[in-house]
């Protein structure tokens, strides 16, 4: 089986192609540097993404937010979804830690707000 990718690891997107023999990934080409690789081995055995999303204030205004390191990407979806109910106190100043661990990660503020 081959699986084509294109990095996102820099703005060369180099087109990736990940060659797999049952489950287990057999040969990787077209990247032009280590990173590609390392990046196509992660999306095709643990595929990851940063959650950027809003959060409200107690008075009802957004609060940009993003997970500090990535989760699984599997896990995206019920992150949203207990990020709706949290309120944040304002004001929030950029990196402060808006919940302690949601999916292995921190969510903090990603803008200075209030
Ligand atoms: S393989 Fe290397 S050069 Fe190509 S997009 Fe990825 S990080 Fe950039």
């Known amino acids: 089986m081959v699986r ?3 990095c996102i690891i ?15 990934i057999t040969g990787i080409s077209g990247n032009t540097c280590p990173r590609g690789e390392a990046y196509a081995r992660e999306e095709c055995t643990n595929p990851v993404r940063t959650v950027t999303t809003t ?3 107690t008075d009802g205004r957004p609060v ?3 997970t500090e ?8 979806l019920d ?4 990020l709706d109910s949290v309120r944040v106190k ?8 808006i919940c302690e661990d ?10 200075n707000c209030g």
Do not use: W, Y
Not at 10 to 24: A, D, H
Not at 79 to 82: A, E, L, T, V
Not at 90 to 97: A, F, H, R
């Open 4 to 6: 084509e990718l294109t």
């Open 10 to 24: 820099c703005p060369m997107g180099c087109g990736i192609s990940v060659t797999s023999e049952n489950g287990k």
């Open 55 to 57: 959060v409200l204030s």
């Open 64 to 66: 940009p937010v993003k």
């Open 69 to 76: 390191h990535p989760i699984p990407k599997s896990k995206v």
């Open 79 to 82: 992150c949203m979804k207990q």
């Open 90 to 97: 304002l004001p929030v100043k950029i990196g402060d830690c």
């Open 102 to 111: 949601v999916f292995g990660s921190r969510i903090i503020s990603s803008a």
